[in-house]
């Protein structure tokens, strides 16, 4: 258990960790920060050519797990804040300020709260804190690189749970839709074909979708974000392309396959009805570039993952937090996370542990409650403990 000095020495790193600016593609302030401090405690640092920084404790254990929070921050926002949104203001019993939920406060309290085990290695397994870029949008393809080098047998993702042990999370894809018109002066609109007309049909199809619900994650979801009419603005002319965008939260049944193919369905449908309807659906894909120069296209599904109660990771994990005096109730994601690389693509026993609540992140005067950072700091070296020495 931390010390009050350590409890002083953890906010203020956590401070150091929010002042420093870390949009997508620019946490090269902020991953130089986490590997000094990594040095100074006593890790064996790493940084990969994507720019993650891995801090590693190596003990005498046969186990391994892997922390990880992502150094990445969504930007500020139109939004006015009381706070200064790179001060990391102290008032009360809060820190404000972007990235301190979502998630500079849990990557402190892990790197800090298990650096703090460096002299006692050797009764460890193996412990890496992992500092992953470009989360924000893309979940889950720099852990899957992280964890293709290192090979943990389980995972922890530090975002917020209010400390309860989340077995599970939806999934998320990105779906684009368009439909393909002919173009006509508004004064003759018959003499075109309407693509706003046709995706309008399209929408009204998709929300009579039947989608399903699973007793943990509840239900996978389908909700329009976004719609575009070209040519924008019209000037007399019939719309002839229309352009929309689905947010789709997957369950662990849903594939590429499924999740496309309800909706391809309907663009079948409605073109075997109307010889003049043309349609497509596709996953959206994402070209990211980290700060180190390094490029990778994110295609937008990220797969849902869960695990029983009894799993031995999960069961482990409790067990641990229970016997430091955390409730350590269960609980699940219902936001997109890293998980779904580690968990859903790899297939690599994971857990979610983190300090605060997930309604904190992407908002105004962002906060984390300081009981919370610290009991997340002990919370991480007693999972340390646990999980780096179980056989899996």
């Not at 009050?4 to 401070?15: C, G, M, S, V």
């Not at 039947?210 to 000037?235: C, E, F, H």
């Not at 689905?246 to 449908?269: K, M, W």
Request: hydrophobic share 40%.
């Amino acid at each position: 258990m931390l010390t009050a000095r350590q409890e002083e020495e953890l906010i203020d790193f956590t401070r150091r960790l929010v002042q420093a600016q870390s949009l997508t593609g620019q946490e090269g302030e902020v991953a130089g920060l986490v590997q000094a401090q990594m040095r100074q405690m006593g890790y064996q640092v790493s940084v990969d050519d994507w720019g993650n920084v891995v801090g590693t404790l190596q003990g005498r254990g046969q186990g391994s797990v892997l922390f990880d929070a992502h150094m990445d921050t969504v930007p500020v926002g139109r939004e006015q804040w009381q706070q200064d949104p790179f001060g990391g203001a102290l008032l009360g019993s809060r820190m404000y300020g972007r990235g301190t939920s979502d998630m500079k406060g849990a990557l402190a309290a892990a790197l800090y709260g298990i650096g703090l085990l460096a002299a006692n290695a050797d009764t460890l397994g193996t412990v890496h804190v992992s500092a992953s870029v470009c989360e924000e949008p893309a979940e889950g393809p720099a852990l899957v690189h992280v964890c293709e080098r290192l090979r943990p047998g389980c995972v922890v993702i530090q975002e917020a749970t209010q400390l309860r042990v989340n077995r599970g999370q939806r999934g998320r894809a990105e779906i684009h839709i368009e439909t393909f018109g002919k173009p006509a002066h508004s004064s003759t609109p018959h003499l075109g074909v309407n693509a706003v007309l046709h995706m309008n049909q399209v929408i009204g199809a998709i929300a009579a979708l039947p989608l399903p619900v699973d007793a943990l994650l509840g239900p996978a979801i389908l909700v329009l974000t976004d719609i575009k009419s070209n040519p924008y603005p019209g000037l007399s002319v019939v719309p002839y392309g229309c352009h929309v965008t689905y947010d789709r939260r997957l369950l662990v049944e849903d594939t590429p396959a499924s999740a496309l193919g309800q909706i391809q369905a309907i663009l079948d449908r409605l073109a075997r009805a109307d010889p003049s309807f043309k349609g497509e659906a596709r996953l959206a894909e994402t070209p990211v570039t980290t700060y180190t120069g390094a490029h990778f296209v994110h295609k937008a599904f990220a797969p849902a993952w869960k695990y029983p109660e009894e799993h031995p990771v999960v069961a482990a994990a409790v067990g641990a937090l229970r016997g430091i005096g955390q409730a350590a109730d269960y609980g699940h994601y219902n936001f997109c996370t890293n998980g779904s690389g580690s968990a859903g693509v790899l297939g690599i026993p994971t857990i979610g542990y983190g300090p605060g609540r997930e309604e904190e992140a992407h908002i105004a005067d962002e906060y984390l409650a300081l009981d919370q950072l610290i009991a997340a700091a002990n919370g991480y070296q007693a999972l340390a403990r646990s999980l780096s020495c179980l056989a899996l």
